[in-house]
């Protein structure tokens, strides 16, 4: 087994915790440089070359902020003179689903008297597949459903 040499990595831990308390302290600036409706959905997830990486929730959250980024890049540039943002670079990560929430949405249920319904508009159609799909559907009917 190697044994590590601490006298290398003495000099990345300092930068990592450093880098780390950035990052946080970045997180907090960022809500005043978005608008109300974006705040929740993005953070700053590094600050890398003079490039700002905000991640953001969805695609259309992402969207959104390149509407804002010639303010935003503005607002940090004149937060941070030293140290010059020129570039917003955007990525998208969805939020990770829980456990328990293996289905997002419930099962839609089709109740008896639509099934009922969807049958009657059937007999009343002409075009044979169209009549096709309304009975199909109209199968899908749940047995416990008494409405």
């Known amino acids: 087994m190697k044994r590590i040499n601490q006298t290398n990595y003495s000099g990345v831990l300092p930068y990592l915790l450093h880098h780390c308390q950035t990052l ?16 929740p959905h993005c953070y700053v997830a590094n600050i890398r070359a003079q490039t700002l990486v905000i991640q953001v929730d969805s695609a259309l959250w992402a969207t959104r902020l390149r509407y ?7 607002h940090w540039q004149t937060l941070f003179p030293t140290q ?21 949405y419930p099962k ?3 109740s008896k008297k639509a099934a ?8 009343t ?7 096709g799909v309304l009975l199909r559907l109209a199968t ?3 047995a416990k459903s008494g409405d």
């Open 24 to 39: 946080l302290y970045l997180n907090q600036l960022l809500p005043l440089t978005l608008s109300a409706p974006l705040q």
């Open 68 to 74: 804002e980024i010639p303010r935003c890049l503005k």
């Open 84 to 104: 010059q943002i020129e570039k917003i670079e955007i990525q998208v990560r969805p939020l990770t689903s829980t456990p328990n929430s293996s289905a997002p």
């Open 108 to 110: 839609p249920i089709l």
């Open 116 to 123: 009922i319904s969807l049958r009657e508009v059937a007999n």
């Open 125 to 131: 159609v002409t075009h044979p597949k169209l009549k």
């Open 140 to 142: 899908h009917a749940d």
